[in-house]
């Protein structure tokens, strides 16, 4: 019995009179995953319980994946200490091209790989990328569609919210 994730998150948006903004606010559990991270090994979300988690949707294709992974990086540069974490999981169905991308793009945050999509389907992504904000207990608490210039500062503002909490 899986929850519908974004349709809970939408419903609870439309509740709470979110219109067009940049995030939408929730407060709904995260869904528990397990994929095989770059490294090889398998990281489950559960397992980051206690740290603020940045779980971001990444395709090969995608130009603002491009744009916002590096600034991302400076992110979890600066928050990693306090409890703060990135999961970048890549849909691309061929590791290669996701390979390909981050020897342009690299970053240090884990990147895992999701190539049936089982994940995005059970995030319901339907954009590159899609970014949820989960907190220490492991509550979706922000979700993000697309990316344009200026994300990252409402990203910031979102993380440095989370670890305070």
């Known amino acids: 019995m899986t929850t519908r994730f974004l349709g809970l998150a939408l419903t609870l948006a439309t509740l709470v009179g979110v219109s067009s ?5 929730m407060n709904i559990p995260a869904p528990d995953f397990t994929l095989e991270s770059r490294q090889g090994e398998n990281l489950r979300l559960q397992d980051f319980r ?3 988690v940045m779980l ?6 995608c130009g603002p994946c491009r ?3 590096p600034l991302m990086d400076d992110l979890y540069a600066q ?12 849909v691309d169905e061929n590791r290669d091209e996701a390979h390909r991308f981050l020897d342009k793009v690299p970053v ?6 999701d190539p049936q999509s089982d994940v995005s389907e ?3 992504v339907q954009a590159m990328p899609t970014t949820v904000m ?7 608490r922000f979700l993000h569609h697309g990316y344009q210039p200026g994300y990252e500062d409402e990203y910031e503002t979102q993380i440095r919210q989370l670890v305070r909490e």
Do not use: C, H
């Open 21 to 25: 903004v940049q995030a939408e606010e």
């Open 79 to 90: 928050y990693k200490d306090l409890g703060f974490t990135i999961l970048a999981v890549n």
């Open 56 to 61: 971001n949707f990444w395709a090969s294709w």
């Open 122 to 124: 059970q995030y319901e």
């Open 67 to 69: 744009q916002e992974m």
């Open 50 to 52: 206690g740290e603020v």
């Open 108 to 113: 240090s945050y884990p990147i895992l790989y």
């Open 134 to 140: 989960i907190d220490r207990d492991g509550n979706a």
